[in-house]
């Protein structure tokens, strides 16, 4: 396996670099110039043992089959499963041990012994006061060699950034978090701690980690995919149960109702009540004194939304088609009415896609959104509902439109009229604004 010119340029810059970043398009290879770097590094010495941290199916599955393609002479070990397994790898007497970030806590309590450590999906870490950054803080001094991979510093906003600089390179923006807003930020409102950037912010901060980032140019990438088309469909539904939960926090059905406790809650219920349903969470006393029982049961008002399927999967002629979900319900009713459907978590599902034996593949986004390879199954995606992370969506499209996709790729996007479904998908517009202007800044 030969690595593209735009590639190799990154994976020199890897291994130039003891704190680096690298900042690149989905699909883009970033695993693949990694592995290069890491076999160059072994090779010269320069390091003895890399640890890498990586989403859980990442872990298991993307690292070990790209280091077969790209890096077959290393030695490589996923420290996933149980406590017995997860030591047993980590002391293994491999050059790659490939952890997950659920268990960075557990990691901190170890004895390591690693030079080197990767963190594929960088944004992971973009909460500084988290339990799991805290837990990482704890190993990273003895690790003097620290890359970060990442698809967007940016995903939720500007503050993201801090969090994972100080993962890499604590001199980039400081060591404070607080320091970091003062000086880039004006806070808009005090009580909840909403900060807004300055007008210079985002050119100031891109400036700042320049020197560490590598901006991958994409062109040659780009060019040899097919055209991405992102299209809209908009559904209608009887809108009084919407509104009164919008209202009043409450709705009343004829057997049941949804209440939702606070402003925070009703979004998520606004959300559910967009693809026709709403939970029903109650709680109530148990056999246990002083314990409570809660239950919660979806109650289905409207099918606008799979009715709109229907006609979506019968206009192309049933193919090969990725469903993307948000709630455990929409998945449920995602089976009912397709009993062959096949979930991403069945064994040998991805396998079984890229072959072109799945008609119809369920994911939620948060499986399908890192590392997986997807492009062989299928060209057609549709987003059920969305997910509010810029990240997620994009990821999960990458999943498809990526290096190997022969055709189109067609994402549609379902949104019901005058909903929150809007203003979810508004919100990841502006979201990606902000994403390309940090890319900008920092070429």
Known sequence: MVLRPYQEIAADFLFESDRAMILAPVGAGKTALTLTAMRDMLRAGVVQRFLVVAPKRVAESVWPTEAKLWAPELSLAVATG??????????????????????????????????????????????????????????????????????????????????????????????????????????????????????DALPMVMERIRKATFVLDAGEYKDKLPPLHIVEMRCTMEMWEYKAMKRDFMVQFSTAQAVAANAGVVTGKLQQMSSGFVYDTRTTPSDRPGKFTTTKSAVWFSAHKFELLDDLLAENQHANTIIAY??????????????????????????????????????????????????????????????????????????????????????????????????????????????????????
């Open 82 to 199: 149980t406590p017995t397994q997860r030591v047993k790898a980590l002391h293994a007497n491999v050059q790659v041990v490939v952890a997950t970030y659920d268990n960075l806590q557990w990691l901190a309590e170890q004895p390591l012994q690693f030079d080197g450590v990767v963190f594929d999906e960088l944004t992971r870490l973009k909460n500084p006061s988290g339990k799991r950054f805290k837990a990482l803080l704890k190993v990273l001094e003895a690790m003097p060699i620290r890359w970060g991979l990442t698809g967007s510093f940016t995903s939720n906003g500007l503050e993201d950034v801090f969090g994972q600089c100080k993962v890499i390179d604590q001199s980039l923006l400081g060591r404070s978090k607080g320091a970091f807003l003062q000086q880039y930020f004006h806070c808009i409102n005090r009580d909840y701690g909403d900060w807004e950037p300055r007008a």
């Open 326 to 443: 948000q709630y455990q319900e929409e998945l449920a009713e995602l089976q009912r009415r397709y009993p062959r459907a096949v979930t991403l978590d069945e064994p040998d599902a991805i396998d079984r896609w890229n072959a072109g034996k799945v008609k119809l593949l369920l994911a939620h986004p948060k499986s399908a959104g890192h590392g997986l390879n997807l492009q062989f199954g299928g060209c057609h995606m549709v987003f059920l509902s969305l997910p509010w992370s810029l990240e997620l969506f994009e990821q999960t499209i990458g999943r498809l439109h990526r290096s190997g996709q022969r055709h189109d790729v067609w994402v549609y996007v379902l949104l019901t009229e005058d909903t929150v479904d809007e203003k979810i998908y508004v919100a990841l517009h502006d979201k990606r604004s902000l994403s390309d202007l940090a890319m900008e800044a920092l070429k």
